[in-house]
T-cell receptor
């Protein structure tokens, strides 16, 4: 059974800092991994999708990497802004079933 | 282009009642999945439908059921509501069954009193 863990659970940084969010998963047999952002009481916004054959994806100030063999992914946010404050979730789709398994998320606060 | 739309956005029910939640996927998307998210946790998988057939089911009791219509919209039904069913119910759509990017709606906030 796929287990997804996100560390840290919460993170507070000053504006302008670069930061890394971590995601680990137990079963390396995956189709893909997706990073999402969730604002309080809202739905999930897709940030980046990495297919199992890819090593990284970039979108603007965001860069996500995937190391399938070690069961790890990182989300790098450059030059953080207060508007980046949200909960960031990673989700893994395993090859042996079709459900996406989510971590509990990292709650990020960027202080002006 | 319209994203994933869900209705209703908020609803309050009492224990024992039944609820129906609705979801319209992004145009062209054939896969719809349902998730339950309780406060402070990540979403938990309930169902996936692809081409109108159930393709996956999470660890939820039989009180939870769903279906997908010919236009690929979907309904999630929950019978005999319990207090513990209070949660944000999220619908997601994707173009393909396994490898496509998931896009979520804003969710339906269910409160059971």
């Amino acid at each position: 059974k796929q287990e997804v863990t996100q560390i840290p659970a919460a993170l507070s940084v000053p504006e302008g800092e670069n930061l890394v969010l971590n995601c680990s998963f137990t079963d390396s047999a995956i189709y893909n991994l997706q990073w999402f952002r969730q604002d309080p009481g809202k739905g999930l916004t897709s940030l980046l999708l990495i297919q199992s054959s890819q090593r990284e994806q970039t979108s603007g100030r965001l860069n996500a990497s995937l190391d399938k063999s070690s069961g790890r992914s990182t989300l790098y946010i450059a030059a953080s802004q207060p508007g980046d404050s949200a909960t960031y979730l990673c989700a893994v789709r395993s090859s042996n079933n079709n459900d996406m398994r989510f971590g509990a998320g990292t709650r990020l606060t960027v202080k002006p | 282009d319209a994203g994933v739309t869900q209705s209703p956005t908020h609803l309050i029910k009492t224990r024992g009642q039944h609820v129906t939640l609705r979801c319209s996927p992004i145009s062209g998307h054939k896969s719809v999945s349902w998730y339950q998210q309780v406060l402070g946790q990540g979403p938990q998988f309930i169902f996936q439908y692809y081409e109108k057939e159930e393709r996956g089911r999470g660890n939820f009791p039989d009180r939870f059921s769903a279906r997908q219509f010919p236009n690929y919209s979907s309904e999630l039904n929950v019978n005999a509501l319990l207090l513990g069913d209070s949660a944000l119910y999220l619908c997601a759509s994707s173009f393909s069954r396994s490898t496509g990017e998931l896009f979520f709606g804003e969710g339906s906030r269910l409160t059971v009193l």
